[in-house]
Each structure stands twice: as C-alpha cells, then as structure tokens.
C-alpha cells in the first residue's frame, strides 16, 4: 500500500475548503426590506380578470424565509450538523412592527419568535434558562418599544424589552386564562382578553387595572370564551366572541355599539372565529379556524369578501389563528396547522390606480 498523505498536507486544504465557504456565506446581501417583496399578482381575491383586492405575498415558516441569515461560523456549524433552524410550530398571537420586526407568539414551540428583518437577525424569547413560557397566546407593542406576551397556561402576561431583550413577569393573578392582547394608542391602555373569566381587563403601563367589562352569557354586554381583541384608531374595541358566534364592538368606555354574526358553515357566518384586525380603511378582517377563511366585513358586519380555503399551498389555510394588518395594510395570517405565517396585502382602490399591484376596475369594497 502506498504511504498516507502527512498531515500536514490534509489539514491545510480542509481549512482552505472551510475558509470558502465561510467567505461564500458572509458575502450573501442583507434580507431586503418586506415591503419591497414583489406580490405574486397570479394570487389574488377576487380572482382574475376583475381587479384585485387582496394578493398573497410570501410564507414564512422560519427566519429564513425573510432572507436572515446567522453569523459566518455559525452557518457552517449549522450546515454541516444541520441545526439551527427555528422551525415556527404552531402560530398564533403576531405582529409586525414599524421597526420591521415580525413577532410571533408560538405556543406549539414555547417561545416567541422575533424575526428582525432590517438588522437581519433572529432570537427566540423564552428560550432562556428560568425564562420560558407555558403557552405564548397574544403579542401587542406600546409606543416605546415594549412587547406584551399572554402566556395562558400561566394566566399571567409579561413584558419583554426589544432592546435591552429582558423578559419579566408584568401581570399575575388577574386572570383566568389570558388570550388576546392589543395596546390602545387611543388611551394608552393595555386591554387583555380573559377567555375563562368572559372578560376583557385594560391596564396602564404600570400595570394598574383602569377598566374590567363582560361576564358569562350570550346576553348583549356578556361574552362566551372570548379569545381576540383589536382597537381601531377612535379607540373602538372589536372582540371575537366564538361561542356565542359573534363579533362585538364596543365603545373605549366599554359600552356595547353593535355586534354581528350568526352560527353557520358558510362564508358571512362564524363557524369558529379567532383572529381580528383593522386595515387602513376600516374593513374588518376575522380569521375562522374551522372554515379556513379569512373574512372581511364592513362597519355594519356586511360580508365584502373572503380568502383562503383549506389547503396546504401558498393562499390555503389549516385552522388559522392569529391576525395583524399594519400600516401599509400588509396583512399577516397565523396558519397554524400548516406552521407558518403568511403575508397578504390588502389592494385599496387609491392604491390600485397607482399601480400597486393589477389592472382593470372593480368597485372597492364598502368603507365605513
């Protein structure tokens, strides 16, 4: 046999081979911007010829899909042993921010997941040792770049500082089972759905307790394990009420204004409502887990349109959960059981005619 290659020879090449692609790797460009994300206009509601409403975007199952990367070293280390990748799980409770950080409450992982997409990095939230939560639920941001977390397994609701990135316990004891969360930039107010208590509980920033509505019952001012909850810019609080098959809407104070919907299995009914959330236009957008639909109504609860169907293909659903709508009407869906989050836009008429997305006309849907 003929005499092995040195050492010295072999361990030269595999660094100059390591060394490769940790080059390959740190040359790749920084995630783009979200908003820069061409919509894939073959996608859209209604469907063609008449003018889009609503067109799909992007999945995102990991941070990936949002073009971030981890550092040089650790993408070989990841490469080569294949881990690293923070798979979403089971989404519901989201947001996206005007930092551009997508936020996703994970109660099938544990964690919260915080994708940030200009600085082009990812860290998991409760993964820390001591620091973990039971079931991660809802996720709303105050205007000074604070995150509230619903945890329901532990009926509390914490609060996690984006930029010194501690996590600590903000409310214990006042609920049952703490859901839906939404910050109120109306009055300042943090508002928490609690599911078993059938009612919704609005505190300060300190964490003092300013409003508590709702009891159990299927009577106008009662609740039937609420889950939901989003505010609009009056300060009008919109609730998802799934056992007693409605949406309620009710005054900052608290007061009934209207509610709508009715049992049934077909679209303008509620079969399971979840999600909720606002574009810039009014339209209210209601995510229904067992109908695999999003739905949209107007101010009165007239049904303007519909997206999704059950599926596991880009536009389909399984069982979505969590809504968000920001400000530029990017429209983000917890599908849960397909474990990702998907991005759709939501087309206004102003927006259309100067070229955001289609051609051809079509009445915009009824605005309040």
Same mark, same amino acid.
């Given at each position: 046999?003929?005499?092995?290659r040195p050492e010295?020879?072999? &361990?030269?090449?595999?660094?100059?081979?390591?060394?490769?692609?940790?080059?390959?790797?740190?040359?790749?460009?920084? !995630?783009? #911007?979200?908003?820069?994300?061409?919509?894939?206009?073959?996608?859209?509601?209604?469907?063609?010829?008449?003018?889009? &409403?609503?067109?799909?975007?992007?999945?995102?199952?990991?941070? &990936?899909?949002?073009?971030?990367?981890?550092?040089?070293?650790?993408?070989?280390?990841?490469?080569?042993?294949?881990?690293?990748? *923070?798979?979403?799980?089971? !989404?519901?409770?989201?947001?996206?921010?005007?930092? *551009?950080?997508?936020?996703?409450?994970?109660?099938?992982?544990?964690?919260?997941?915080?994708?940030?997409?200009?600085?082009?990095?990812?860290?998991?939230?409760?993964?820390?040792?001591?620091?973990? =939560?039971?079931? !991660?639920?809802?996720?709303?941001?105050?205007?000074?770049?604070?995150?509230?977390?619903?945890?329901?397994?532990?009926?509390?609701? %914490?609060? %996690?500082?984006?930029?010194?990135?501690?996590?600590?316990?903000?409310?214990?004891?006042?609920?049952?089972?703490?859901?839906?969360?939404? %910050?109120?930039?109306?009055?300042?107010?943090?508002?928490?759905?609690?599911?078993?208590? /059938?009612?919704?509980?609005a505190v300060d920033?300190?964490?003092?307790?300013?409003?508590? =509505?709702?009891?159990?019952?299927?009577? @106008?001012?009662?609740?039937?394990?609420?889950?939901?909850?989003?505010?609009? &810019?009056?300060?009008?609080?919109?609730?998802?009420?799934?056992?007693?098959?409605?949406?309620?809407?009710?005054?900052?104070?608290?007061?009934?204004?209207? @509610?709508?919907?009715?049992?049934?299995?077909?679209?303008?009914?509620?079969e399971k409502p979840?999600?909720?959330?606002?574009?810039? *236009?009014?339209?209210?957008?209601?995510?229904?887990?067992?109908?695999?639909?999003?739905?949209?109504?107007?101010? #009165?609860?007239?049904?303007?349109?519909?997206?999704?169907? /059950?599926?596991?293909?880009?536009?389909? =659903?399984?069982?979505?959960?969590?809504?968000?709508?920001?400000? /530029?009407?990017?429209?983000?869906?917890?599908?849960?059981?397909?474990?990702?989050? @998907?991005? =759709?836009?939501?087309?206004?008429?102003?927006?259309?005619?100067?070229?955001?997305?289609?051609?051809?006309?079509?009445?915009?849907?009824?605005?309040?």
């Open positions: 046999m003929g005499a092995s010295t020879t072999r &361990r030269p090449w595999r660094l100059w081979v390591l060394f490769g692609v940790c080059s390959l790797l740190s040359a790749c460009s920084a !995630p783009a #911007s979200l908003y820069a994300t061409k919509p894939a206009l073959e996608l859209q509601w209604p469907p063609h010829p008449v003018v889009e &409403r609503i067109v799909w975007v992007k999945s995102i199952a990991d941070y &990936r899909d949002l073009g971030i990367a981890t550092g040089g070293w650790k993408r070989v280390l990841e490469l080569l042993t294949g881990t690293g990748k *923070e798979q979403i799980v089971r !989404p519901h409770g989201v947001l996206f921010d005007a930092g *551009e950080r997508l936020i996703v409450a994970d109660p099938g992982a544990g964690v919260v997941h915080c994708m940030d997409v200009k600085a082009g990095r990812y860290h998991a939230i409760g993964r820390e040792p001591g620091k973990r =939560f039971v079931t !991660p639920i809802g996720v709303t941001e105050d205007e000074e770049g604070l995150l509230y977390i619903t945890d329901s397994g532990a009926a509390t609701v %914490y609060v %996690y500082d984006l930029e010194q990135k501690t996590l600590k316990p903000f409310l214990r004891g006042s609920f049952l089972r703490p859901t839906g969360i939404a %910050y109120s930039k109306f009055d300042g107010l943090i508002y928490i759905v609690d599911a078993l208590g /059938n009612q919704v509980v920033r300190q964490g003092r307790e300013k409003k508590r =509505f709702g009891a159990f019952g299927d009577a @106008q001012d009662q609740f039937n394990r609420p889950t939901d909850i989003a505010i609009d &810019r009056l300060g009008r609080i919109y609730i998802t009420d799934p056992l007693n098959y409605r949406i309620k809407v009710l005054s900052s104070k608290g007061e009934l204004l209207r @509610q709508f919907g009715s049992a049934g299995d077909q679209p303008g009914s509620l979840k999600g909720l959330a606002l574009d810039s *236009e009014g339209h209210i957008y209601v995510a229904d887990a067992l109908m695999d639909l999003v739905q949209i109504f107007d101010d #009165s609860g007239n049904l303007l349109l519909y997206f999704g169907g /059950n599926g596991t293909a880009d536009g389909k =659903f399984w069982m979505p959960s969590g809504l968000f709508i920001d400000q /530029n009407d990017f429209i983000f869906v917890a599908d849960t059981y397909n474990r990702r989050i @998907q991005v =759709f836009r939501y087309q206004s008429a102003t927006r259309a005619e100067k070229g955001g997305g289609g051609t051809g006309s079509a009445p915009a849907p009824s605005t309040r």
